[in-house]
């Protein structure tokens, strides 16, 4: 059995994590092993990190490898889906790679784990979905309009698990989340991405001295001080919500789609705000355009999840930018930080020839 962190609370399942050696994916694996359940990963680590999951069972392979994916699905009951790409601007400039990864190889994973005899799947999807919210607080009934390839493949995905459920009765979740943040608290793993886009990294990377400073797009919106607002979540909680559906779905839980946010929004300037007060160190600023696609605000209705998966969120913004502070001074951020500088080094080295 994979690594044990804590007491039985459900029946031990055996679950197959598809990108567990990523960011959300690497928090959501401990969650899981702290209820006790049997752990498999499958990750091809173009993206996560080997050290993310020291201690548990991994099988280095591609969602899309038909033969890697039969010996990964032996004994599985449940598949828990984070492999995928996801940069909304890259969506944008490469939608191949994206209709690729996050649905082709998204039906391909599918398709194999039922014929495997699985017959429940959570999925993690994204607020991306909505694209340019109508109302905000944002519920799951909201019409769903991408405005990126990124959000499109998500929301295909999506269907597609609904379909699979009317026709041969698949039960799914599907978590639609908004910002992740933070780090777990023992500094072991956090958030890693090469190049970084996430606000809460960047602005502490900045903080750090590690770059020269922050690039604020857009100062204009219609938000009380002009920046963007989004809704924060501690990546624990995020996690702990993946271990809920699972929950849901072991206890006869209906097949459906979750918001996964705190409901409450903070814009650019007050993250900003708030790292400076975490860390004690000032962020030099940069007003830049705002970004095509946008929206003003972002912020979850989780009302759903609260009343349905019992679930709810904990952590506080300071507590995510704390814990993602912690995990940038430990020795493993500082080895992937080396490890990625050397290799964008040798990439314009490369380049140049």
Excluded at 22 to 46: K, M, P
Aim: proline residues 4%; glycine residues 10%; charged residues 20%.
């Amino acid at each position: 059995m994979g690594r044990q962190f804590g007491s039985q609370s459900e029946n031990i399942m055996k679950i197959l994590v598809t990108g567990g050696a990523g960011y959300i994916g690497s928090h959501a694996i401990r969650v899981l092993a702290q209820r006790r359940h049997d752990i498999t990963v499958c990750d091809n680590l173009s993206t996560g990190h080997k050290h993310f999951v020291e201690g548990f069972k991994l099988i280095e392979g591609d969602i899309g490898d038909v033969r890697q994916l039969h010996r990964a699905l032996e004994g599985v009951e449940l598949v828990m889906h984070f492999a995928g790409s996801a940069y909304v601007g890259e969506s944008v400039s490469n939608p191949r790679k994206y209709f690729q990864n996050n649905a082709q190889n998204a039906v391909t994973l599918l398709n194999t784990a039922m014929d495997a005899g699985v017959q429940q799947f959570v999925f993690s999807s994204s607020c991306a979905v909505y694209g340019v919210p109508s109302r905000v607080p944002i519920a799951e009934d909201a019409p769903c309009s991408p405005v990126n390839p990124y959000g499109d493949s998500k929301l295909f995905f999506e269907r597609v698990l609904e379909a699979y459920g009317r026709a041969y009765g698949l039960r799914s979740v599907s978590l639609r989340y908004f910002n992740a943040g933070g780090a777990d608290g023992t500094g072991e793993i956090g958030e890693f991405h090469n190049p970084e886009t996430h606000l809460i990294p960047l602005a502490l990377e900045a903080a750090a001295g590690l770059r020269p400073g922050l690039d604020i797009f857009g100062n204009d919106y219609a938000t009380p001080d002009g920046t963007c607002i989004r809704d924060y979540i501690h990546v624990n909680d995020l996690a702990q919500g993946h271990a809920d559906a699972v929950n849901h779905l072991q206890k006869g839980g209906e097949p459906s789609v979750f918001n996964l946010g705190t409901g409450t929004g903070y814009s650019v300037k007050q993250v900003v705000t708030a790292v400076e007060q975490v860390t004690g160190c000032a962020v030099k600023q940069r007003l830049m355009p705002r970004r095509p696609g946008d929206p003003a605000v972002l912020v979850a209705d989780p009302t759903r999840a609260h009343r349905v998966l019992g679930w709810r969120t904990v952590r506080r913004l300071e507590d995510a930018i704390a814990s993602a502070w912690k995990w940038m001074h430990s020795g493993t951020y500082r080895d992937l930080k080396a490890a990625s500088m050397k290799s964008t080094v040798n990439e314009a080295a490369m380049n140049s020839l």
